[in-house]
C-alpha cells in the first residue's frame, strides 16, 4: 500500500507538471490565437491523462517490475513462474488504475485490493491474478 501511495503521488505530480504545462501555454496563447491555444489545452489534457494512467504500466514494464514506490520498498512484480514481467502483464495488472486516480472509485478499489490481498495465499490484487503475477522481495 505504501508503495502504491508513493506511485501515485509521484504520478499525479508528473502528469500534473507535464499536463500543466501545456495548458499554461496554452492560456498564455489564448489571446493571440484561440483555435491554436484550444489544440494546445487538449494536448496538455491528453498527456496528463496518459502520464497519469501510463505511469505504472510503463514503468514496471521499463524498470523490469519495478516503480518509484516498489524501488523505495525493495519489491517487485513478476510473473508467477518468477520471471520477469512484459508489456502484457504490467498493462493487465494495473487495469485498474483509475480507482487509484480518481478519488471517489479509490474509496472502492482500496479496501478491495486490501481484501484481496489479504485473502490471497500469494498477497495478490485480483488483476494480479488476471495476469498472474506477483509482487515479490527484491
Known sequence: VFAQIVD??????????????FIGIAIALQSI??????????????VFLLTAFGYEPFLEYRW????????????????????????REA???????IGFIVPYFGLVSYPTALIAIGSSDK??????????TVVIEE
Do not use: H, Y
Open 123 to 132: 498477497r495478490q490484487r485480483v488483476f494480479d491474478k488476471v495476469a498472474e
Open 33 to 46: 490565437n484561440e483555435t491554436f491555444s484550444g489544440i494546445i489545452a487538449l494536448v496538455g489534457v491528453l
Open 91 to 97: 498493462l493487465l495488472r494495473n487495469l485498474p488504475i
Open 8 to 21: 501515485n503521488f509521484v504520478a499525479g505530480l508528473t502528469a500534473f507538471i507535464a499536463g500543466g504545462t
Open 64 to 87: 523490469r517490475g519495478q516503480t518509484v514506490g516498489k524501488k523505495a520498498l525493495g519489491i517487485k512484480a513478476v510473473k508467477k513462474n518468477g520471471e520477469e514481467i512484459g508489456g
